[in-house]
């Protein structure tokens, strides 16, 4: 994921890590499927490719939270497993 802007920085503490760290995994997962939800709703309407982006990071965040999980695999390294027409 590319570096957040430095408004979403304060001293070493990006803000989505602060808010990872004050919720437990469960309340993360929620809060990152929200927003996907948000993102892609408006997409159209506002923001198009930046609202998809957007919605990309958070989707990425959630799925590194199945990495967290001692009894969960990691998730798959997408360059390693191309999907095929």
Known sequence: MKPNA???????VECIEAIRSALT???FRGYCKGNVLKYVW?????GQLESLLKAR????WLIETY??????????NCDANP???
């Open 83 to 85: 999907v095929h027409d």
């Open 6 to 12: 430095p408004h979403y920085t304060q001293g070493r």
């Open 67 to 76: 990495g967290l999980e001692s009894d969960c695999p990691p998730p798959p």
């Open 57 to 60: 990071d958070y989707l990425n």
């Open 42 to 46: 408006r997409e159209r309407h506002k």
């Open 25 to 27: 995994l469960e309340e």
